[in-house]
């Protein structure tokens, strides 16, 4: 599918676009081609992939530039898309989650409760018992949110009978949920994490885990109503009461990579290092776009994977959209508060929480995710400097290790880590990016030492993206890695506005399938699958 | 007293009074117990230095339901509502933000300060009317069961579902952010000056342990904005006479209605015969016998103290005991020899006779917070001032003034020291943060009256000194509050209800819960077997 450009005179050539090449627009391009649609994916950058990307950190050293573990993916869409077969290796490290102390202590939580439980029993046995009752207890409310995630939010206005039907069974199931877990949902959804956990445990650190979930990537603290709601969207995600540590051979770019061949296979095209610059409207419908080089492509279906605020302020021109809709985008809230830092290290890092295990069970705890946060008012002061637009002295770090799994990142025996950083609001008070960023590169690797002493001296390279960094190379505005804050007013049927959360847009043929529509953010192409469901059902090709 | 009644009503703060009016006026003999030797609960009136009239706790009323004050005929029982104009912010630049209800004045105001501002103000004002008739009616209803299998409870959880979809999209969306956002997020999709929105999210923090910038403050934006739309009065007022007067005049309702009044009366106990209300046990051992309980304390002190966990199923009493009371105000009342004269707008103008907001900048009020979130008083506190004396010179001898400053944060549970050590300190840091911008006061005062948590709870039986019985977050309201399962003013002891500020609506001078529970304990009546 060769095209043909003269003096902006266009020939039409596809049936639909996809603007940017993340894990959503491939999803959704991967759909879309399987049903026959003649598919084309612009990408900005040089590499698809969006934020799920394995890049060179320096030579011989590859990692997850941005994020380190999957969602996880769902079942159908690997099975869908046969990503096996397209050289995606799925790694699902066990012991998931290590949580060390400044003092030695720590946790090495396996995924099994009754195993992470033993673990618990050694700080405190009365949590060790409730650890698994929440895990239990968590996991049933999660399930009645997640066959939400899956499907396309009803519509508010005008609800389908089928709209109708599907609420009713989610009420049942909810129903379903009976009284104790049914209130339980309720009180949580609206309720501070901190307040959460506390009702729980008494132990600071497996409280410091837990609500850590409520605030990751968020601009909110543990005692910030809505956390709560944030927990269990992440349960209903990942559907585990641990943070997902899924990742693939060859870093989460491997995913994304894979994602692209099956798109391939089933005949999509995908044009990197094309960047749309305007999308093309005609009568209130979508014509095609204009990329930044002038060139036009013409398609009545373009499918924008980029945020909204993107999306509608800058690729569309607001002339072509009603104000009220305008303001309320203006007012969807993508204030990121997430730097990342990638090392490469010349050998293992050392906790000090570790010095105690055999040299096997400490490469193991170092597999899955690595908790930084003593305890709930430690998350609660890295998140107060956000406020006042400063950068956390003292962040909440989740760190991975991804060449634990999978050595081929590195040269042999060596190491990088990859280390997420929160908070470090997008805009800063009293200076820029440009010149904080190496403070904040420090802070953190200052705070990590306190755990791991002498990691400053493996540093072979270190790499620090700001939240500026996030906007303008990966284009998240506001450097959101959720492509906007999950707060319970910018969810479900009100992400990203309320009347628009079924991926349409007030411009016919104008599609959303970025993780700034429902279930939003996380690698999950829960959002692209959602979205190419409904954009095949208007063009008539449902399966 | 000793003997029988109908109905018996623990506590005789204004909702528990409501609840013994509306009961006495349906003909049954309705006892009132009072621990203290006054009247009103937080709604009081007392004359703490010779001469000089405070309304100790509670110090201005907007909320107070019209219905009630309908029904129980209030003006004629002494009830008059000064008026209370306007809003004065001093800010340390020297400059000031002052709102008053004239609106045009208000616009001009504001307009000083940014023109985009003075236009969204309309807006802003509309829009929360718009919000309030929509919540308005939910706040005289008995709240449903959501996990009910009783066909009543969903058709009314539909109506309600009805009522929300007939709002324009628009509505909708913003009722959900009330409901969710925080404060200055709220407000900031209307206003960019600093001062307006720090002053206007103020009200979205009083009695609640959360900052201006904590999701699920927005709610009570709403719940205090609730009064300027009631037909009554609309805006914030002062009662003559103090608040204290309000309880008087629904007191005197009540027993005009035949209702039995009782100060000094503490109760001990609840009395249960075969898990059913019987009675209770005063502190010195009297008993009174009824087969309807009312409390209008707090559940805490109801069911852990009075009723007793041995009789109570284990998961209630688990959710009674995480129900969040974490106080987060005190109170300081000053006897002043005369006014506080501010830098930013000197003289004794009008701008004293409303209320006076420290609150200059959103930053200051989240600081305020931060303090208390680690378990310490803010030392520059958010201070809410009215001089009733203004209006209401009974208040005080001749040519003197009474200057009541509510002051957020001052968490009950404090890290280092205890309240009885800090008291003075505490008082101290408020006088000094007034007199940053009014540098005088420091000479004015005659007397010092500091009321901490702990002060709140000892005397007003307010559990960890919560203002409004328990936290006005989204968690522990409607058919959450107090607790899941028992918002329907019943609890699991039969016979035994709650018509506090504990239950829905909650806090506040509004007297809504004790109506409700009323209207509850009626039905009840009429239906066999209870």
């Avoid at chain 1, 929440?134 to 995630?149: E, S, T």
């Avoid at chain 1, 990537?217 to 349960?235: E, F, T, Y």
């Avoid at chain 2, 709240?143 to 058709?155: G, T, Y």
């Avoid at chain 2, 106080?327 to 006897?335: I, M």
Wanted: with cysteine; charged share 20%; aromatic share 8%.
């Amino acid at each position: 599918m060769t095209l043909a450009v003269r003096g902006g005179s266009t020939v039409k050539a596809y049936d639909a676009i996809i603007i940017g090449g993340g894990h959503n627009g491939l999803v959704t391009a991967c759909y879309l081609a399987r049903a026959g649609v003649r598919t084309l994916v612009l990408e900005r950058r040089d590499v698809v992939g969006g934020a799920a990307v394995t890049g060179e950190l320096c030579p011989g050293f590859r990692c997850p530039t941005l994020a380190h573990a999957a969602g996880p993916l769902h079942p159908d869409l690997v099975r869908d898309l046969a990503l096996h077969r397209h050289g995606v290796q799925l790694t699902q490290p066990d012991p998931r989650l290590f949580a060390p102390l400044p003092d030695g202590r720590g946790l090495v939580l396996h995924a099994w409760a009754t195993r992470a439980a033993e673990a618990i029993a050694a700080l405190s046995p009365r949590d060790a018992k409730r650890y698994v009752e929440f895990d239990a207890c968590i996991a049933q409310i999660g399930d009645v949110l997640r066959d939400l995630l899956w499907r396309c939010p009803p519509s508010v206005d005008s609800p389908t009978p089928n709209d109708i039907w599907q609420l009713l069974k989610s009420g049942r199931r909810f129903r379903g949920l009976g009284r104790q877990n049914g209130f339980r949902l309720l009180r949580w959804l609206p309720m501070p994490v901190a307040d959460l956990v506390s009702e729980w445990f008494e132990g600071n650190l497996l409280q410091a885990i837990i609500a850590a979930r409520g605030i990751y990537g968020m601009n909110l603290g543990p005692r910030s109503a809505g956390s709560g709601a944030a927990l269990l969207l992440q349960q209903a995600l990942g559907q585990h009461v641990l943070a997902s540590a899924t990742s693939a051979t060859g870093g989460l770019g491997a995913i994304t990579a894979g994602l692209a061949a099956a798109a391939r296979a089933a005949g999509a095209e995908i044009r990197t290092e094309a960047e749309v610059a305007r999308v093309e409207v005609h009568q209130r419908a979508a014509t095609g776009v204009t990329l930044s080089d002038g060139s036009h492509i013409s398609a009545r279906t373009v499918v924008s994977g980029a945020d909204p605020k993107r999306t509608f302020l800058d690729l569309v021109d607001p002339a072509d959209l009603d104000p009220s809709f305008v303001l309320a985008v203006q007012h969807y809230r993508t204030f990121g508060t997430v730097a990342k830092v990638n090392l490469a290290l010349d050998d293992l890092p050392r906790f000090t929480a570790l010095e105690s295990a055999s040299a096997s069970e400490r490469t193991a705890a170092l597999g899955g995710r690595i908790h930084i946060g003593p305890d709930v008012d430690y998350l609660e002061r890295a998140f107060d400097a956000s406020k006042y637009g400063a950068y956390s002295e003292h962040p909440y770090l989740d760190v991975m290790i991804p060449t634990v799994t999978d050595p081929t990142l590195a040269p042999n025996g060596q190491h990088v880590m990859s280390i997420c950083a929160q908070f470090a609001p997008f805009a800063l008070r009293d200076t820029k990016w440009r010149t904080a960023r190496t403070g904040l590169g420090d802070a953190i690797i200052r705070e990590l030492t306190t755990y791991a002493p002498g990691l400053e001296d493996r540093i072979l390279h270190r790499q620090v993206l700001t939240p500026a960094d996030l906007e303008t190379t990966y284009g998240l505005t506001g450097g959101h890695i959720f492509h906007g804050e999950h707060a319970l007013d910018q969810l479900f049927t009100m992400r990203p506005v309320l009347g628009w959360a079924q991926y349409r847009t007030p411009i016919a043929g104008l599609y959303l399938c970025g993780a700034g529509t429902h279930p939003g953010g996380g690698v999950t192409g829960a959002c692209g699958l959602n979205a190419s469901r409904e954009i095949l059902k208007d063009l008539g090709k449902t399966r | 007293m000793t003997g029988r009644y109908d109905a018996i009503i623990i506590g005789g703060g204004h909702n528990g009074l409501v609840t013994a009016a509306y009961l006495a006026r349906a003909g049954r003999k309705t006892l009132v117990l009072e621990r203290r030797h006054v009247l009103g609960g937080a709604a009081v009136t007392e004359e703490i230095f010779p001469g000089f009239r405070f309304s100790v706790c509670s110090y201005v009323v907007s909320l107070l339901r019209p219905e009630i004050i309908r029904d129980l005929d209030l003006p004629r029982h002494g009830l008059e509502i000064l008026p209370l104009d306007g809003t004065f912010t001093p800010m340390p630049d020297g400059d000031y933000l002052w709102r008053v209800n004239d609106h045009a004045t208000t616009r001009r105001e504001i307009a000083r300060h940014s023109r985009r501002d003075a236009e969204a103000y309309e807006d802003y004002g509309r829009a929360m009317v718009d919000m309030g008739r929509f919540v308005k009616p939910m706040l005289e209803m008995t709240p449903p069961d959501p996990m009910s299998r009783d066909p009543r409870a969903l058709v009314q959880l539909l109506s309600i579902g009805n009522r929300f979809r007939a709002l324009s999209l628009q509505d909708q969306h913003t009722q959900v952010q009330l409901a969710t956002m925080s404060a200055v997020d709220f407000l900031e999709q209307w206003f960019e000056t600093d001062v307006l929105k720090a002053t206007m999210a103020a009200s979205g923090i009083i009695g609640t342990f959360l900052g201006v910038r904590s999701p699920g403050t927005a709610y009570v934006l709403l719940h205090h904005y609730m009064g300027e739309i009631d037909g009554a009065f609309r805006s914030w007022g002062l009662p003559r006479g103090g608040t204290g007067a309000i309880s008087n005049a629904i007191a005197a309702a009540a027993r005009e209605a035949g209702a039995e009044i009782h100060t000094d009366a503490p109760v001990a106990k609840v009395l249960l015969n075969k898990a059913r209300a019987a009675g209770v046990v005063l502190e010195n051992g009297d008993y009174v016998f009824a087969d309807t309980i009312a409390s209008s304390v707090d559940p805490r002190l109801t069911f852990l103290k009075m009723v007793g966990t041995e009789h109570l199923p284990d998961d209630f009493v688990e959710d009674v005991r995480r129900y969040k009371l974490r106080g987060s105000s005190g109170k300081v009342n000053l006897a002043l020899d005369g006014l506080p004269d501010f830098t930013s707008l000197p003289g004794a103008g009008r701008h004293l006779r409303g209320a006076i907001s420290i609150s200059p900048s959103v930053d200051y009020m989240e600081r305020a917070y931060d303090d208390a979130k680690y378990g310490a008083f803010s030392k520059r506190p958010y201070v809410d001032m009215v001089i009733p004396t203004l209006s209401d010179p009974s208040m005080a001898p001749p040519g003197k003034h009474v200057l009541s400053c509510f002051v957020q944060y001052a968490p009950y549970h404090l890290k280092a020291g205890n309240w009885d050590d800090e008291r003075e300190r505490f008082g101290d840091c408020v006088v000094d943060t007034v007199a940053e911008y009014a540098p005088n006061l420091k000479d004015l005062i005659l007397h010092r009256q500091v009321l901490t948590p702990l002060d709140l709870e000892r005397e007003f039986g307010l559990t960890e000194g919560n203002i409004f019985q328990g936290e006005l977050t989204l968690e522990q309201l409607f058919f959450l509050r107090p607790v899941p399962g028992w918002a329907r003013y019943r609890t699991p002891v039969r016979g035994l209800y709650l018509c506090g500020s504990a239950t829905h609506p909650g806090g506040g001078i509004m007297g809504a819960s004790g109506r409700n529970a009323a209207k509850r304990i009626l039905k009840d009546w009429k239906l066999p077997g209870t």
